[in-house]
């Protein structure tokens, strides 16, 4: 996990006079001008690109408030609410001062706000990072009052943005449907995004918006500020549009049923919220996420990912040993890295035949593997590749040893019973509570100290919290449950990476449940969704890439007739498909004819070389196929611009079709690109295959596609996608 230590002080300015001044926080290309006066509210007053100071007027006919408190304006909206200990619901916030804190390409300042009535300190805290266009803002809030305050709202923070044509683009979505994109113009009343599912918070909608400031979003131009909350729970974002000239975004922990009760002297920090601007578009805005995360937040985020075949979807809980190694064998002899064993390998008492019982019983199941994981490894090793397993250490089953043994650990409002999830049977473990965190931690770290070969867990988490209720917690904390939870979450994943730093992790939450920055810095990846079909991956991996890198996108190459929507898609097509994320596989090989091995092991050596540009370079996208033009299309850049991939799929076919032709980006204008098609299946080459063009010629021009393959009359379908890879002289 990357994580920023600021130890040295080195400016401070908490005896600063009571007149007004601008405090400038800066990122690479973006600033942050904030009005400081002593006695005051700190005050929004510039956000974006960097401009000369002396050009800078005053916001005018806005409420600027950096971190508004609930009281004594209560007909605005605000990012803070308390019950004061003696029950006095008011609270008023005014400056003591502030102090910057630098480390490495970081800077916090800190603005030191309290309320000059009760014991009441806010620390309203922005990172600015000097290598990437972001920022990051958070608050910490602490008291001294005489007994314990209730926290009823407490955002991360707030952004004022001028009213205009402003439009915003979110994720909204479901199982096997995630990341859709939807945008619309942001109109007076109020638009909420927000989360209740308790464990997972990236299904139906995302905590990530893209704003653009002047008419609905395009890709490559106009004003972006894009936001995103980094957090694990529960989440709300809110933009307020009211009669003045601003709307105002707020962002922060669900308040809902999340009542806080915070005791003397405890310090509660707020999840961080992550902004950025950018001039160049959604795409512009993405790439500033992308570079900020695979630098400061994903694990790993600069390593290179295995080409990995993962079991799930080849034979579901039918794990047996000699299968294992016959899939083992298969995605080595085609280039693959990685062999991952899913769902159905442990369990005693209750074997894991179905998803109904044993989660929690982490051992192996040795009728199924009676050479143990030790076998597996050794089956590894002999095919030369790495191995990696399943696990759900967070949920447990009724019918399992685990809650036999310990019935008051799971998730259950008190004096009821227990509501089961999947499979009629499963329950969430308390996370919450220090003995769950425990065995949580006790899982991983015993089955990685037994077998410190295994390179790989995907850690899955299939149920959401579906009746509130703590056992741990006493009656008049129950309002914590989902706090706590993600608090012991994160707990028990900062153990296991201090221990462990060089384990793969994905996170896996019933498809793309946890995509989110919140999760990322303990995992190196994510599983995008459970639907693993082409067509729709092309939809769910273009919303989810406005915030999230191919790096952390794992994308799998899987048998047809898909097992989620029963499309058949051309193996090219999934192919084509899947190269545009992290590479994997999940399928059976064994069911695979020669002919498609071959294809496979040639994408696979291929994507090798793309790899570098793919997982680290600079996405452009170019034909959104929510626009529904029948085609969609992106490419990645290397940062020198010597490299870049282009990707091109049809998403409907029509006779007398046609598409658009796609103008390239991101290239060099001044730079020769000779053009090479990967996994070409077509008789004959495309006629730009070998020739060059400059980098002008290909972005304000671009190439035709053939829309269709020139293959043999047996083997047409009606799927066409190309991957061009394309190399500076």
């Known amino acids: 996990m990357k994580k920023i230590l600021f130890t040295a002080l080195s400016l401070c300015f908490t005896g600063m006079p009571a007149m007004a001044e601008n405090i400038t926080i800066q990122s690479k290309n973006i600033s942050l001008i904030l009005d400081i006066e002593k006695g005051q509210q700190p005050k929004y007053v510039y956000f974006g690109q960097k401009i000369n100071l002396g050009e800078l007027q005053s916001p005018q006919g806005g409420r600027m408030e950096a971190y508004p408190a609930y009281g004594l304006n209560t007909p605005s909206e605000t990012a803070l609410a308390i019950r004061h200990a003696d029950g006095n619901m008011s609270t008023e916030l005014q400056i003591t001062g502030y102090d910057t804190q630098q480390k490495g390409n970081t800077t916090i300042t800190t603005i030191h706000m309290k309320d000059p009535i009760y014991a009441l300190q806010v620390d309203l805290k922005y990172c600015a990072y000097t290598d990437v266009d972001m920022m990051e803002v958070w608050s910490e809030i602490t008291h001294q009052e005489k007994g314990t305050i209730t926290l009823t709202q407490f955002a991360s923070g707030m952004l004022p943005i001028r009213r205009g044509n402003v439009w915003i683009s979110h994720l909204y979505g479901s199982w096997a449907n995630e990341a859709q994109v939807v945008e619309e113009p942001i109109q007076p009343g109020e638009l909420v995004i927000r989360n209740k599912d308790g464990v997972r918070n990236s299904h139906t909608d995302h905590a990530e918006v893209m704003l653009s400031l002047d008419g609905k979003a395009q890709e490559n131009t106009g004003d972006i500020i894009g936001a995103a909350l980094c957090y694990s729970g529960n989440y709300k974002l809110k933009m307020v549009t009211d009669d003045t000239e601003y709307h105002y975004l707020f962002a922060g922990i669900n308040e809902d049923n999340s009542e806080y009760q915070l005791k003397k002297g405890e310090k509660f920090i707020t999840p961080t919220l992550a902004f950025t601007f950018s001039d160049k578009g959604l795409s512009g805005a993405s790439r500033n996420f992308h570079k900020w995360g695979r630098d400061y937040m994903l694990s790993h985020g600069n390593q290179e990912r295995m080409i990995l075949l993962n079991s799930w979807e080849g ?103 227990a509501v089961k999830g999947r499979g009629g049977t499963q329950l969430v473990l308390d996370m919450g509570n220090p003995k769950v965190q425990q065995f949580v931690f006790n899982t991983i770290d015993n089955l990685l100290t037994k077998y410190p070969d295994i390179a790989y867990i995907k850690w899955d988490a299939n149920m959401s919290i579906l009746n509130h209720g703590s056992q741990y917690l006493g009656m008049n904390e129950q309002s914590h449950l989902y706090i706590n939870y993600h608090q012991g979450f994160n707990s028990v994943m900062e153990r296991i990476r201090a221990k462990y730093p060089d384990v793969i992790i994905q996170a896996c939450a019933s498809g793309g449940g946890r995509a989110n920055w919140g999760v990322l810095p303990y995992f190196d990846e994510f599983w995008v969704s459970d639907n693993t079909d082409a067509l729709q991956r092309i939809y769910m991996q273009w919303g989810t890439s406005y915030f999230f890198p191919a790096i952390a996108m794992a994308s799998h190459i899987s048998a047809v007739p898909n097992h989620t929507v029963f499309r058949t898609t051309a193996l090219k097509y999934r192919i084509d498909v899947a190269m545009s994320g992290r590479l994997g596989m999940e399928i059976q090989p064994k069911n695979m004819t020669d002919e498609e091995k071959s294809l496979c092991k040639k994408a696979i050596a291929e994507y090798k070389t793309i790899r570098p540009v793919v997982q680290f370079g600079n996405i452009y996208r170019l034909q959104s196929p929510f626009d529904h033009k029948g085609v969609a299309s992106l490419m990645y850049v290397s940062d020198a611009k010597d490299k870049a991939v282009f990707y091109w799929w049809k998403t409907e076919t029509f006779q007398n079709q046609h598409l658009p032709r796609i103008k390239m980006a991101g290239l060099d204008a001044n730079k020769m690109y000779t053009v090479h098609e990967l996994n070409r299946i077509d008789n004959k080459e495309l006629d730009c295959e070998g020739k060059s063009y400059s980098g002008a010629y290909l972005m304000n021009h671009g190439l035709d596609m053939p829309l269709t393959h020139h293959v043999d009359w047996d083997k047409k379908d009606s799927w066409s996608s190309r991957v061009l890879y394309l190399t500076a002289q």
């Open 315 to 417: 034979v579901y809980f039918d794990i047996n040993q000699k299968g294992m190694d016959q899939m083992m064998g298969d995605i080595a002899d085609m280039g693959g890295e990685l062999f991952v064993m899913d769902d159905g390998w442990f369990g005693g008492k209750y074997p894991r035949l179905t998803d109904n019982c044993a989660l929690g019983d982490w051992g192996v199941d040795k009728k199924k593997l009676p050479e143990g994981i030790e076998g597996l490894l050794r089956d590894a090793k002999k095919h030369g590749i790495k191995f990696g397993i399943w696990l759900e250490p967070e949920m447990t089953n009724t019918a399992s040893e685990l809650y036999e043994k310990h019935p008051d650990w799971v998730v259950k409002a008190p004096k009821r019973n």
